[in-house]
């Protein structure tokens, strides 16, 4: 499948940074089509405007207005997969059903565990320092109306040690972000993940 990728992040954008430099390296065969934000402060605009990318601000009022936006950006720039890096609004209907199977995200957890509206960021982070949990992780998976509920792509386990804060096993779990969104687009492009064939991952 050839990739031609939109990004929508809310701030740092730090996986957009990854994947771009997996782009620029030639270890992922893709093409980076557009960064979108509904930040207007957000940095990942400025990671876009120094790599000579477009970008787009969608900080309308309603969720109506700004999904609108992003709709007609990612048309605009013929984006075919959608990659959400740390975008904290819900993504509306009208774009699921113009992209659908289309759209991924990284969540910062092994999902289905800790998932769900208000689980993002820190809050999942703390939520296992303050469980009997031994591990963490992250997991790639599609994006349907349900927060957090699409078909599982992958995940990638780290290990949550008694001494850890919810700051230290935050970073341990961003590095392998980092790995996996990438080895996960590049498993799509060769067409070993198929996005419109398969159930919840399940290890051979």
Known sequence: MDLHLGFIASSRGSNVCAILDEIQRGWLDADAKVIISNNPLAPVLRVGRERNLPVVCASSKTSLDR?????????????????????????????????PQRILNIHPSLLPKYS?????GMHIHEAVIHSSDHESGATVHLVTEEYDCGRILAQYKVPRYERDSAETLAERV????????SQTLRDIQRGIIDLDNGSALSPI
Do not use: Q, S
């Open 174 to 181: 961003l590095r392998v972000e980092h790995v996996l969104y």
């Open 116 to 120: 769900g509206e208000g689980m993002y």
């Open 67 to 99: 999904d609108g936006v992003i709709l007609e950006a990612l048309k605009t720039y013929d984006v075919n997969l959608v990659v959400l890096a740390g975008y904290l609004k819900k993504v509306g209907p009208e774009i699921i059903e113009n992209f």
